[in-house]
């Protein structure tokens, strides 16, 4: 039942790295749409990272993000990786490990993981 299987969330200070990790089963990871969403208290959902469906080229980064998180994937072991660097508190949230058909860019899934926790303190 369970199809994306995220982890590696915890809780550091601001300027630590993290590595998060997602398992996902062969049928959902092959043709489509990898990513990470997370999910702010307070706030909307917002798309961190995503592969688009047609593979690994150019993926797409939240401006928030940009120059900090990066995205990996192993088709090997069909797990999508985000390296999260220079964390700082507003990064404090709830990560989803997500899968589309189709896009993830507009903020919608069809497969989401259970969530891993990220805390960033101050």
């Known amino acids: 039942q369970e199809q994306l299987v995220e982890s590696g969330g915890g809780l550091v200070q601001a300027g630590d790295s993290l590595k998060l990790s997602c398992v996902i089963s062969?049928?959902?990871?092959?043709?489509?749409?990898l990513g990470w969403f997370r999910q702010i208290p307070g706030k909307e959902r917002e798309v961190v990272a995503a592969?688009?469906?047609?593979?690994?080229?150019?993926?797409f980064f939240a401006h928030s993000v940009m120059g900090r998180f990066t995205i990996a994937r192993d088709d090997s072991k069909r797990t999508i990786y985000l390296q999260m660097n220079d964390l700082k508190p507003e990064d404090t949230a709830v990560y989803y490990c997500?899968?589309?058909?189709?896009?993830?860019?507009?903020?919608?899934?069809?497969?989401w993981g259970q969530g891993t926790q990220v805390t960033v303190s101050s």
């Open positions: 997500t899968a589309d058909p189709r896009s993830l860019v507009t903020g919608w899934a069809k497969w």
């Open positions: 062969g049928d959902i990871f092959s043709g489509n749409a």
């Open positions: 592969y688009r469906a047609s593979g690994p080229a150019s993926p």
